[in-house]
C-alpha cells in the first residue's frame, strides 16, 4: 500500500499491476477449470475493450447510459439542494462521466468539497481525478485505487454528509450472494444524513434486453471476444478468437441477461503461464458476464437486508432503467 498525492489530489494505492496479475492469474485457473467454464467480467476492460464499451454505450440498441444520464440529469438539481451533499464517493468510478451531473448540481448548490472515488486502474483514476481537479476549481480529490468489493473499509468515516453512487446497473454483474456481501459494506460508508444513488436495469420485454446485448453491429460480440484477447496477451495463452462466437440470451427464471463464449469446434488451449492445458468441446461454452435485472421491489428488499431503506425511486417514462436513493435504516 502506497500513498502519493498533492494538496488537492490524494491516491491511495491499495492493489498494484502485481497484484493484479496474480489475481487474474487465479481466477482464470480457478474459471477455466470449472464444470462451467468462466471468465470474469472485469477482464473485459484492457484499453481496447474499454474503447469497445464506450460504442456499446453508443449503439441505438444500448438504452441503458443515456436512459440513466437522462434520469441523473433530471434529478440532479433537486437531489443537490435536499440532501446538500459535501462528499460525493463513487464505486467502480471508471471515467465519471455521467458522475459530472451530480457533481454539477452539488457545486451549484455550493455543498461538494471532496470526491472520492475507487478504481482499479491508477492510470483511469488519475487521468479522470485530473479532469475533476480542472473542470472544479474548489474540488479535493481523495482517490483510491483498489476493488470496490475488498477495499471500501479504506475509506476514512464520512464528513458532513456523504453521497455514495453506484452507477451503470454494475451491481447487476454481481450475482444474489455477491450482492448480499457487498451492499452491507457500502451501508457501512454511511452515518445518519447520508445517502446511497444505486442505479439499476429493469426488468422489462425479453426483445429490449436481449437486442442490447447482440446489437446489429456485433460491437458487443467483439467486446466479448476481446476478453480471450487480453488473456491471450497477459497469460500468454492461444485462444484463437474465430473460433469462438458470441452468445447473449436472457435467462428467465433469474431474470439476467447471460454472455457467454461457444466453441465453434474442438479447443486445446494452452496457459503456459499456469502450465495450464484446457480442453474444449464443439458447442461448449465459456460465461463471460451476468447482467441482472430488477424491479423496484426486489432493490427495496435487497437494501433493507443490508441495514438500508428505500428512500426515493426515480425511472423513466418507459420503465427501462431505475435509480434508488438509500438511507441508512433507522436501528429499532
Known amino acids: 500500500m502506497s500513498t502519493q498525492g498533492t494538496e488537492r489530489l490524494k491516491i491511495d494505492v491499495r492493489i498494484t499491476p502485481e497484484d493484479l496479475l496474480a489475481t487474474m492469474a487465479s481466477d482464470v485457473r480457478e474459471g477455466l477449470t470449472a464444470p462451467q467454464k468462466y471468465l470474469q467480467a472485469k477482464y473485459f476492460y484492457d484499453d481496447y475493450g474499454s474503447e469497445l464499451f464506450e460504442q456499446i454505450t453508443e449503439l441505438p440498441e444500448y438504452y441503458q447510459t443515456r436512459t440513466e444520464l437522462a434520469i441523473l440529469q433530471g434529478i440532479a438539481p433537486d437531489l443537490a439542494r435536499r440532501l446538500g451533499s459535501h462528499e ?3 464505486l467502480g468510478s471508471g471515467s465519471s462521466k455521467k458522475t459530472t451531473a451530480l457533481m454539477d448540481a ?8 471532496r470526491f472520492l472515488p475507487i478504481d482499479v486502474s491508477e492510470q483511469i483514476l488519475r487521468e479522470s481525478a485530473q479532469a475533476l481537479l480542472d473542470r472544479y476549481p474548489g474540488l479535493v480529490v481523495d482517490g483510491i485505487v483498489g476493488d470496490f468489493l475488498r477495499h471500501l473499509h479504506a475509506f476514512a468515516p464520512s464528513r458532513d454528509g456523504r453521497l455514495v453512487v453506484f452507477l451503470g446497473s454494475t451491481i447487476g454483474n454481481l450475482n444474489e450472494t455477491e450482492r448480499a456481501g457487498f451492499l452491507p459494506q457500502v451501508r457501512d460508508l454511511l452515518q445518519p444524513g447520508d445517502h446511497f444513488l444505486l ?6 420485454e425479453i426483445a429490449v434486453v436481449e437486442a442490447a446485448y447482440n446489437d446489429a453491429a456485433g460491437v458487443t460480440a467483439q467486446f466479448n471476444l476481446n476478453v480471450l484477447s487480453v488473456v491471450n496477451r ?5 485462444f484463437e478468437l474465430p473460433a469462438y462466437e458470441h452468445v447473449a440470451f436472457y435467462n428467465r427464471e433469474h431474470d439476467r441477461i447471460e454472455m457467454h463464449l461457444r466453441a465453434r469446434s474442438p479447443q486445446e488451449i494452452q496457459l503456459p503461464a499456469l502450465d495450464l492445458t484446457v480442453h474444449m468441446d464443439e458447442g461448449e461454452t465459456i460465461w463471460t ?4 435485472k430488477f424491479t423496484r421491489e426486489r432493490v427495496a428488499a435487497e437494501l433493507s437486508q443490508s441495514g438500508l431503506h428505500l428512500v426515493d425511486w426515480y425511472t423513466d417514462p418507459g420503465c427501462y432503467f431505475g435509480l434508488a436513493l438509500a438511507a441508512p435504516a433507522t436501528p429499532q
Not at 497477459?234 to 492461444?238: F, I, K, Q, R
Not at 458476464?289 to 441482472?292: A, L, R
Request: some cysteine; proline content about 0%; charged content about 25%.
Open 106 to 113: 452539488l457545486t451549484d448548490a455550493r455543498t461538494l468539497e
Open 88 to 90: 460525493l464517493l463513487e
Open 289 to 292: 458476464e451476468i447482467s441482472c
Open 234 to 238: 497477459v497469460l500468454g495463452a492461444n
Open 199 to 204: 442505479g439499476v436495469d429493469l426488468v422489462k
